[in-house]
């Protein structure tokens, strides 16, 4: 089945849909006219029907909602299989659910569950989207889009990010084979790579430095904003618009790549 047969509809998925980047991405597909695939942590349903719900009065295209955890494997298959099984297909897989965990690196040894549990979510959990989107865009006769969030942490490191920084500098390297990977398929591979976004995310490194270092909540953000060419923080809106132009056909000869979005903080 091509990726448009069943509605004329591209069928994009979000992971981590429920709040943040995923949101905003959300949002954004759904007014350029894609039918989608949501995703989120069960403890997390009450807000992604929200989100739902509102996308369907808002833009009047089709909503499944799944729920699961992007670090177990039999979950993310189940993702795909229930959005083609509702949807008829997948146009764009956009790997977006992953977490923060903030500690000097010595101390992260000392918590070697949470250290797994990162490395899990933003390292595997790309692995397994873009794995199970590859296999259905491969069976509908190529094309499409894998879309990771890297982080301009996996450009270079920052204090207190040791693990962090290695799973988003994980995620270049998961884009970068996978692009050479599915080229032969016309399936393109990309990431955005966002500065510091006002998301939930975010908040939390801001309380995990005010708490250690005893500053006011919101200096850790200011510094990042200050520090930007443009002053301010991004808004997850910002990289909904990356997202936008990475799943159109606009972005057909872009592969490979993962791009910031940082208000010019870091140019590479
Ligand atoms: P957020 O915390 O605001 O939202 C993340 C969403 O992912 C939540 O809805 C959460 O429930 C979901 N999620 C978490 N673990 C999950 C799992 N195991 N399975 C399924 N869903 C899960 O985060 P955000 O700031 O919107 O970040 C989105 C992505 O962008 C992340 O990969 C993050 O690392 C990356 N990023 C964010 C920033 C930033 O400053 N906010 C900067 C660079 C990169």
Known sequence: MSSTESTGKRVAIITGAAEGIGKATAVRLA?????????????????????????????????????????????????????????GSVYAMIANAGICINRTLHETTATTEQ????????VKGTFYSFKYAALQMIKQGGGGRLVGAASIAGKRGFPEHALYSASKFAVRGIVQSAALDYGPYGITVNAYAPGA???????????YFAGKNGQPQGTYMEMFSSNSALKRLAQPEDIANLVSFFVSDNAAYITGQSYLVDGGSCFD
Do not use: M, W
Not at 115 to 122: S, Y
């Open 115 to 122: 250290a797994d549990k990162l490395l899990d979510i933003n």
């Open 197 to 207: 976004c006002e998301t939930s995310l975010l908040r939390g490194v801001d309380e």
């Open 31 to 87: 007014n350029d006219g894609y039918d989608l695939g949501l995703f989120d942590l069960p403890r997390a349903q009450e807000r992604l029907e929200v989100v739902a719900d509102d996308i369907r009065k808002a833009h009047g295209v089709r909503v499944v909602n799944v729920y699961g955890d992007v670090s177990k494997e039999e979950d993310v298959k189940r993702l795909v299989d229930t959005v083609v099984e509702e949807l």
